[in-house]
């Protein structure tokens, strides 16, 4: 099994900045595309983020310019660089990663962290 625990979230004024992290353990072959999604209450959850294993990164219109996606494969980490945040940024965020787990066999894996809220008001 893959488990993912995810940091960083918090109160911040708007105009603020966050850094959340995730961090992927288990029996891990590889990682292929890491991302951060994000929910509220009552709402479908929505991409925030996704970075390939190649480096690509793909970006919600809402958060375009203002956030950076990036990963650390040393560490099977994932980051998201929040700038400039705005009180509708305010959601429970959720990493995802999927790739191939080693044991019991090599098959792919679809994780999700538990979420950490972020909250941004005045």
């Known amino acids: 099994q893959v488990q993912l625990v995810e940091s960083g979230g918090g109160l911040v004024q708007p105009g603020g900045s966050l850094r959340l992290s995730c961090a992927a353990s288990?029996?891990?072959?590889?990682?292929?595309?890491m991302g951060w999604f994000r929910q509220a209450p009552g709402k479908q959850r929505e991409l925030v983020a996704t970075?390939?294993?190649?480096?690509?990164?793909n970006y919600a219109d809402s958060v375009k310019g203002r956030f950076t996606i990036s990963r650390d494969d040393a560490r099977n980490t994932v980051y998201l660089q929040s700038d400039s945040l705005r009180p509708e940024d305010t959601d429970v965020y959720y990493c995802?990663?999927?790739?191939?787990?080693?044991?019991?066999?090599?098959?792919?894996?679809?994780?999700w962290g538990q979420g950490t809220q972020v909250t941004v008001s005045s």
């Open positions: 970075i390939t294993r190649g480096g690509s990164t």
């Open positions: 995802n990663v999927k790739g191939r787990s080693a044991w019991p066999a090599l098959i792919d894996f679809d994780s």
């Open positions: 288990g029996s891990i072959f590889d990682i292929l595309t």
